[in-house]
Protein backbone atom coordinates (compact mmCIF):
# COMPACT_ATOMS: atom_id res chain seq x y z
CA UNK A 1 0.00 0.00 0.00
CA UNK A 2 1.37 3.37 -0.66
CA UNK A 3 1.79 5.91 1.37
CA UNK A 4 -0.59 8.08 0.08
CA UNK A 5 -3.25 5.29 0.51
CA UNK A 6 -1.91 4.71 3.94
CA UNK A 7 -2.66 8.36 4.91
CA UNK A 8 -5.82 8.30 3.31
CA UNK A 9 -6.69 5.04 6.07
CA UNK A 10 -5.52 7.17 8.82
CA UNK A 11 -7.81 10.33 8.38
CA UNK A 12 -10.14 7.95 8.70
CA UNK A 13 -14.48 8.68 7.50
CA UNK A 14 -15.61 11.61 8.63
CA UNK A 15 -19.16 11.53 10.26
CA UNK A 16 -20.91 14.99 9.26
CA UNK A 17 -22.25 16.81 12.60
CA UNK A 18 -26.45 16.48 13.28
CA UNK A 19 -28.77 19.01 12.94
CA UNK A 20 -28.87 18.46 16.73
CA UNK A 21 -25.11 18.73 17.37
CA UNK A 22 -24.73 21.83 15.63
CA UNK A 23 -27.98 23.38 17.27
CA UNK A 24 -26.43 22.51 21.44
CA UNK A 25 -22.80 23.99 19.73
CA UNK A 26 -24.66 27.01 18.81
CA UNK A 27 -26.31 27.31 22.37
CA UNK A 28 -22.74 26.33 24.25
CA UNK A 29 -21.41 29.31 22.27
CA UNK A 30 -23.95 31.59 23.08
CA UNK A 31 -24.41 30.87 27.09
CA UNK A 32 -20.29 30.86 26.81
CA UNK A 33 -20.32 34.69 25.41
CA UNK A 34 -23.11 35.48 28.14
CA UNK A 35 -21.25 34.33 30.84
CA UNK A 36 -17.66 36.04 29.54
CA UNK A 37 -19.59 39.53 29.58
CA UNK A 38 -21.39 38.51 32.90
CA UNK A 39 -17.66 38.48 34.23
CA UNK A 40 -16.22 40.94 32.25
CA UNK A 41 -18.91 43.27 33.55
CA UNK A 42 -18.16 42.56 37.33
CA UNK A 43 -14.51 42.23 37.29
CA UNK A 44 -12.88 44.11 34.38
CA UNK A 45 -11.21 47.10 36.58
CA UNK A 46 -10.05 44.79 38.67
CA UNK A 47 -8.53 43.26 35.81
CA UNK A 48 -7.49 46.60 34.54
CA UNK A 49 -5.39 47.33 37.49
CA UNK A 50 -4.14 43.79 37.91
CA UNK A 51 -2.55 44.39 34.32
CA UNK A 52 -1.43 47.88 34.58
CA UNK A 53 1.04 46.17 37.91
CA UNK A 54 2.10 43.64 35.53
CA UNK A 55 3.15 45.56 32.98
CA UNK A 56 5.30 48.30 35.49
CA UNK A 57 6.58 44.78 37.01
CA UNK A 58 7.96 43.86 33.49
CA UNK A 59 9.02 47.16 31.80
CA UNK A 60 10.67 49.15 35.36
CA UNK A 61 14.35 48.13 34.57
CA UNK A 62 14.76 47.55 31.06
CA UNK A 63 13.42 49.02 27.64
CA UNK A 64 10.71 46.44 26.38
CA UNK A 65 11.68 44.09 23.08
CA UNK A 66 12.07 46.59 20.23
CA UNK A 67 9.42 44.64 17.79
CA UNK A 68 6.81 44.23 20.72
CA UNK A 69 6.14 47.54 21.74
CA UNK A 70 3.49 47.74 25.04
CA UNK A 71 3.48 44.15 25.27
CA UNK A 72 4.28 42.90 29.00
CA UNK A 73 3.67 39.51 30.38
CA UNK A 74 0.16 38.97 32.88
CA UNK A 75 0.60 37.45 36.15
CA UNK A 76 -1.52 34.32 35.93
CA UNK A 77 -1.06 33.29 39.80
CA UNK A 78 -1.64 36.28 42.72
CA UNK A 79 1.51 37.52 43.29
CA UNK A 80 2.43 39.43 46.46
CA UNK A 81 4.93 42.10 43.84
CA UNK A 82 8.32 41.94 42.29
CA UNK A 83 10.66 39.14 43.00
CA UNK A 84 14.07 39.52 43.41
CA UNK A 85 16.60 36.98 42.11
CA UNK A 86 19.02 35.08 44.64
CA UNK A 87 22.10 32.64 44.33
CA UNK A 88 20.92 29.45 44.36
CA UNK A 89 21.93 26.96 46.95
CA UNK A 90 19.96 23.87 46.74
CA UNK A 91 21.48 20.64 45.08
CA UNK A 92 21.99 21.26 41.35
CA UNK A 93 19.87 19.79 39.20
CA UNK A 94 20.88 16.44 36.96
CA UNK A 95 21.33 18.10 33.37
CA UNK A 96 21.95 21.87 34.11
CA UNK A 97 23.63 24.21 36.39
CA UNK A 98 21.83 26.98 37.93
CA UNK A 99 23.21 30.60 39.39
CA UNK A 100 20.15 32.08 40.12
CA UNK A 101 16.52 31.65 41.36
CA UNK A 102 13.60 33.99 42.62
CA UNK A 103 13.42 34.57 46.34
CA UNK A 104 11.26 31.80 47.96
CA UNK A 105 11.50 29.52 44.90
CA UNK A 106 12.69 25.71 44.58
CA UNK A 107 13.39 22.95 41.92
CA UNK A 108 9.75 21.17 41.77
CA UNK A 109 10.89 18.95 38.65
CA UNK A 110 13.99 17.65 38.11
CA UNK A 111 14.36 15.10 35.10
CA UNK A 112 15.42 14.47 31.39
CA UNK A 113 12.09 16.77 30.29
CA UNK A 114 13.53 19.69 32.11
CA UNK A 115 13.18 21.91 35.19
CA UNK A 116 9.94 23.34 36.80
CA UNK A 117 10.97 26.14 39.57
CA UNK A 118 8.06 27.04 41.54
CA UNK A 119 7.15 28.77 44.50
CA UNK A 120 7.73 27.40 47.43
CA UNK A 121 4.16 27.54 49.18
CA UNK A 122 3.64 24.47 46.71
CA UNK A 123 6.68 22.48 47.81
CA UNK A 124 4.63 20.16 50.46
CA UNK A 125 1.45 19.60 49.72
CA UNK A 126 -1.26 18.61 51.80
CA UNK A 127 -2.60 14.72 51.22
CA UNK A 128 -5.84 15.91 50.00
CA UNK A 129 -4.73 18.31 46.53
CA UNK A 130 -5.16 17.23 43.42
CA UNK A 131 -2.22 18.28 40.98
CA UNK A 132 -4.72 18.31 38.48
CA UNK A 133 -7.09 20.76 39.90
CA UNK A 134 -4.16 22.80 41.41
CA UNK A 135 -1.79 22.96 38.88
CA UNK A 136 0.51 24.95 41.02
CA UNK A 137 1.14 21.59 42.90
CA UNK A 138 1.30 19.75 39.61
CA UNK A 139 5.62 19.53 38.77
CA UNK A 140 4.91 19.43 35.43
CA UNK A 141 2.58 22.02 34.80
CA UNK A 142 4.24 25.51 34.01
CA UNK A 143 1.46 27.92 34.94
CA UNK A 144 2.53 30.52 37.51
CA UNK A 145 6.43 29.31 37.39
CA UNK A 146 9.55 29.27 35.46
CA UNK A 147 10.07 26.11 33.19
CA UNK A 148 13.47 25.57 31.42
CA UNK A 149 13.70 22.39 28.41
CA UNK A 150 15.67 21.54 25.35
CA UNK A 151 14.35 21.61 22.05
CA UNK A 152 15.30 21.39 18.66
CA UNK A 153 15.52 24.00 16.55
CA UNK A 154 14.38 22.37 13.79
CA UNK A 155 11.08 21.85 16.20
CA UNK A 156 10.81 25.52 16.13
CA UNK A 157 11.23 26.43 13.31
CA UNK A 158 11.94 30.86 12.75
CA UNK A 159 11.11 32.33 16.30
CA UNK A 160 10.92 36.23 15.62
CA UNK A 161 11.35 38.53 18.91
CA UNK A 162 14.34 40.58 20.35
CA UNK A 163 18.14 39.31 18.97
CA UNK A 164 20.60 39.22 22.18
CA UNK A 165 23.56 37.98 23.58
CA UNK A 166 22.90 36.47 26.67
CA UNK A 167 25.56 34.66 28.75
CA UNK A 168 27.79 33.18 25.87
CA UNK A 169 24.76 32.36 23.32
CA UNK A 170 22.59 33.88 21.28
CA UNK A 171 19.16 34.50 22.52
CA UNK A 172 15.82 35.42 21.42
CA UNK A 173 13.48 37.10 24.04
CA UNK A 174 10.01 37.08 23.01
CA UNK A 175 6.38 37.23 24.05
CA UNK A 176 3.96 33.97 24.37
CA UNK A 177 0.57 34.33 25.44
CA UNK A 178 0.97 35.49 29.02
CA UNK A 179 4.43 34.20 29.53
CA UNK A 180 7.81 35.38 28.12
CA UNK A 181 10.24 32.81 26.58
CA UNK A 182 13.94 33.60 26.57
CA UNK A 183 15.36 30.82 23.99
CA UNK A 184 19.10 30.41 24.08
CA UNK A 185 20.81 29.17 21.51
CA UNK A 186 23.23 26.53 23.15
CA UNK A 187 24.13 24.45 19.90
CA UNK A 188 23.26 24.86 16.27
CA UNK A 189 20.72 22.23 16.66
CA UNK A 190 19.51 23.42 20.02
CA UNK A 191 17.61 25.90 22.32
CA UNK A 192 17.61 26.23 25.80
CA UNK A 193 14.04 27.65 26.64
CA UNK A 194 13.12 29.53 29.62
CA UNK A 195 9.55 29.80 29.88
CA UNK A 196 8.55 32.52 32.61
CA UNK A 197 5.25 33.06 33.85
CA UNK A 198 6.12 34.95 36.77
CA UNK A 199 6.67 38.50 37.56
CA UNK A 200 10.16 39.30 36.91
CA UNK A 201 11.67 42.11 35.16
CA UNK A 202 13.55 42.20 32.05
CA UNK A 203 16.86 42.52 33.36
CA UNK A 204 16.11 39.89 35.84
CA UNK A 205 15.02 37.40 33.38
CA UNK A 206 18.14 37.96 31.56
CA UNK A 207 20.11 37.23 34.76
CA UNK A 208 18.46 34.10 35.35
CA UNK A 209 19.25 33.07 32.01
CA UNK A 210 22.78 34.43 32.07
CA UNK A 211 22.86 31.82 35.23
CA UNK A 212 21.91 28.83 32.97
CA UNK A 213 24.52 26.22 32.02
CA UNK A 214 23.80 23.25 30.00
CA UNK A 215 25.92 19.99 30.27
CA UNK A 216 27.34 19.61 27.25
CA UNK A 217 26.09 15.65 27.14
CA UNK A 218 23.03 16.97 27.53
CA UNK A 219 22.76 19.10 24.44
CA UNK A 220 24.26 16.38 22.43
CA UNK A 221 21.57 14.10 23.78
CA UNK A 222 18.99 16.63 22.53
CA UNK A 223 20.87 17.10 19.08
CA UNK A 224 21.22 13.33 18.57
CA UNK A 225 17.50 13.42 18.61
CA UNK A 226 17.67 14.75 14.67
CA UNK A 227 18.65 11.27 14.07
CA UNK A 228 22.37 12.86 13.54
CA UNK A 229 25.45 13.43 16.14
CA UNK A 230 26.46 16.59 17.46
CA UNK A 231 29.33 16.14 14.29
CA UNK A 232 27.14 15.06 12.04
CA UNK B 1 -10.05 20.16 6.91
CA UNK B 2 -10.84 18.08 9.92
CA UNK B 3 -9.46 15.51 7.73
CA UNK B 4 -6.07 17.39 6.71
CA UNK B 5 -5.92 18.04 10.85
CA UNK B 6 -6.14 14.41 11.79
CA UNK B 7 -3.15 13.35 9.31
CA UNK B 8 -1.13 16.90 11.00
CA UNK B 9 -1.81 15.34 14.50
CA UNK B 10 -0.77 12.04 13.59
CA UNK B 11 -4.30 10.50 14.26
CA UNK B 12 -5.17 12.26 17.14
CA UNK B 13 -9.04 12.65 16.56
CA UNK B 14 -9.47 14.95 19.53
CA UNK B 15 -6.58 17.29 19.17
CA UNK B 16 -7.73 17.53 15.57
CA UNK B 17 -10.84 19.06 16.65
CA UNK B 18 -9.11 21.42 18.45
CA UNK B 19 -7.42 22.42 15.40
CA UNK B 20 -9.72 22.65 13.29
CA UNK B 21 -11.90 24.87 16.06
CA UNK B 22 -9.29 27.18 16.61
CA UNK B 23 -7.81 27.33 12.71
CA UNK B 24 -11.65 28.69 12.29
CA UNK B 25 -11.90 30.94 14.74
CA UNK B 26 -8.93 32.55 13.61
CA UNK B 27 -10.15 32.39 10.14
CA UNK B 28 -13.47 34.28 11.49
CA UNK B 29 -11.82 37.06 13.30
CA UNK B 30 -9.94 37.49 9.93
CA UNK B 31 -12.72 37.15 7.27
CA UNK B 32 -11.78 39.93 5.47
CA UNK B 33 -7.96 38.91 5.08
CA UNK B 34 -9.43 35.45 4.22
CA UNK B 35 -11.99 36.91 1.29
CA UNK B 36 -9.06 39.16 -0.46
CA UNK B 37 -6.49 36.05 -0.28
CA UNK B 38 -5.22 35.13 -3.68
CA UNK B 39 -5.66 31.22 -2.32
CA UNK B 40 -8.27 30.49 0.51
CA UNK B 41 -7.36 26.89 0.56
CA UNK B 42 -3.78 27.74 0.99
CA UNK B 43 -4.70 30.35 3.59
CA UNK B 44 -6.58 27.67 5.19
CA UNK B 45 -4.12 25.03 5.50
CA UNK B 46 -1.63 27.91 6.99
CA UNK B 47 -4.06 28.41 9.79
CA UNK B 48 -3.89 24.86 10.32
CA UNK B 49 -0.45 24.22 10.94
CA UNK B 50 -0.38 27.40 12.53
CA UNK B 51 -2.43 25.92 14.69
CA UNK B 52 -0.88 22.70 15.11
CA UNK B 53 2.67 24.76 15.77
CA UNK B 54 1.17 26.99 18.71
CA UNK B 55 -0.28 24.15 20.15
CA UNK B 56 2.88 23.42 21.51
CA UNK B 57 3.63 27.07 22.86
CA UNK B 58 0.61 27.13 25.28
CA UNK B 59 1.57 28.40 28.58
CA UNK B 60 -0.30 25.10 30.10
CA UNK B 61 2.19 22.78 27.91
CA UNK B 62 3.86 19.80 30.19
CA UNK B 63 6.62 18.54 29.45
CA UNK B 64 6.21 14.97 27.59
CA UNK B 65 7.87 12.25 29.16
CA UNK B 66 8.52 8.45 28.27
CA UNK B 67 6.41 5.67 30.27
CA UNK B 68 7.14 1.77 29.87
CA UNK B 69 3.64 1.45 29.02
CA UNK B 70 1.66 2.65 26.30
CA UNK B 71 -1.64 4.66 27.86
CA UNK B 72 -5.24 3.78 27.18
CA UNK B 73 -6.65 4.94 24.07
CA UNK B 74 -10.62 6.46 23.75
CA UNK B 75 -11.77 3.95 21.56
CA UNK B 76 -14.10 4.95 18.76
CA UNK B 77 -13.09 7.64 17.15
CA UNK B 78 -9.40 7.71 17.35
CA UNK B 79 -8.34 8.05 14.06
CA UNK B 80 -4.86 6.56 14.79
CA UNK B 81 -6.62 3.09 15.12
CA UNK B 82 -7.01 2.55 11.32
CA UNK B 83 -3.27 2.47 10.40
CA UNK B 84 -1.44 2.56 14.15
CA UNK B 85 2.24 2.09 12.62
CA UNK B 86 1.83 4.71 10.21
CA UNK B 87 0.23 7.06 13.04
CA UNK B 88 3.59 6.30 15.19
CA UNK B 89 5.67 6.96 12.45
CA UNK B 90 4.50 9.83 11.91
CA UNK B 91 4.38 11.15 15.73
CA UNK B 92 8.05 10.87 15.53
CA UNK B 93 8.12 13.99 12.83
CA UNK B 94 8.06 17.28 14.12
CA UNK B 95 5.16 19.00 13.26
CA UNK B 96 6.27 21.23 10.35
CA UNK B 97 8.01 18.17 8.83
CA UNK B 98 4.93 16.21 9.61
CA UNK B 99 2.85 19.19 7.47
CA UNK B 100 5.29 18.55 4.50
CA UNK B 101 4.65 15.21 4.68
CA UNK B 102 0.92 15.67 4.52
CA UNK B 103 1.09 18.28 2.09
CA UNK B 104 3.59 16.60 -0.50
CA UNK B 105 2.44 13.09 -0.20
CA UNK B 106 -1.47 13.32 0.56
CA UNK B 107 -2.75 16.55 -1.34
CA UNK B 108 -0.12 16.68 -3.55
CA UNK B 109 0.83 20.36 -3.31
CA UNK B 110 4.15 21.06 -5.52
CA UNK B 111 6.90 22.50 -3.53
CA UNK B 112 5.79 26.10 -3.33
CA UNK B 113 2.28 25.27 -3.00
CA UNK B 114 4.03 23.22 0.70
CA UNK B 115 6.43 26.25 1.49
CA UNK B 116 3.39 28.84 1.18
CA UNK B 117 1.43 26.53 3.63
CA UNK B 118 4.36 25.76 6.27
CA UNK B 119 5.33 29.46 5.84
CA UNK B 120 9.38 28.45 5.19
CA UNK B 121 11.20 28.42 1.84
CA UNK B 122 11.12 25.67 -0.78
CA UNK B 123 14.47 24.56 -0.27
CA UNK B 124 13.58 24.00 3.36
CA UNK B 125 10.69 22.09 2.26
CA UNK B 126 12.65 19.72 0.07
CA UNK B 127 15.29 19.44 2.94
CA UNK B 128 12.55 18.64 5.99
CA UNK B 129 10.36 16.49 3.19
CA UNK B 130 13.71 14.24 2.88
CA UNK B 131 14.37 13.81 6.17
CA UNK B 132 10.91 13.26 6.72
CA UNK B 133 11.12 10.36 4.44
CA UNK B 134 13.73 9.08 5.90
CA UNK B 135 12.94 8.89 9.29
CA UNK B 136 9.56 6.84 8.31
CA UNK B 137 11.20 4.68 6.29
CA UNK B 138 13.52 3.80 9.12
CA UNK B 139 10.35 3.85 11.53
CA UNK B 140 7.94 1.46 9.33
CA UNK B 141 11.23 -0.83 8.57
CA UNK B 142 10.05 -0.85 4.87
CA UNK B 143 9.70 1.35 2.01
CA UNK B 144 6.77 2.74 1.53
CA UNK B 145 5.63 2.19 -2.29
CA UNK B 146 5.33 5.51 -3.65
CA UNK B 147 7.92 7.22 -1.41
CA UNK B 148 10.75 7.15 -3.47
Known sequence: MDLHARLERLGGPIDPASADDIAADLDRGRRAVRRR????????????????????????????????????PVVAQASPGPLTLVDYRGPQPKYFTIDKVPDGYFIQNDDEGGLTIAPVAVKNPSPGIDPSKSPMYDPLSLRGKIGIYLELKAYRGEVSGEKLTVGDYPAILHPIGPAWQLLLAVSPEVYATLQFDVPLSRAQILELGAGLHVHQETIDLMAAATGKGPNG | MLHTARLLTAGDAHLAEDLVQTALTKLYVSWSAFRRAD??????????????????????????????????????????????????????LPPKMRAAVVFRFFHELDVA???????????????????????????LHTTPQGVK
Not at chain 2, 120 to 131: F, H, L, M, P
Open chain 1, 37 to 72: RTVQTVAGSAFGVAALTAAFAFAGTGPAPNNVPGRA
Open chain 2, 39 to 92: NPDGYVRRALVNALTDERKRIWRRFERSVPDLPDQPGGDNAALYDPELAHALRQ
Open chain 2, 113 to 139: ETAEALGVSTGTVKSQTARALDKLRAT
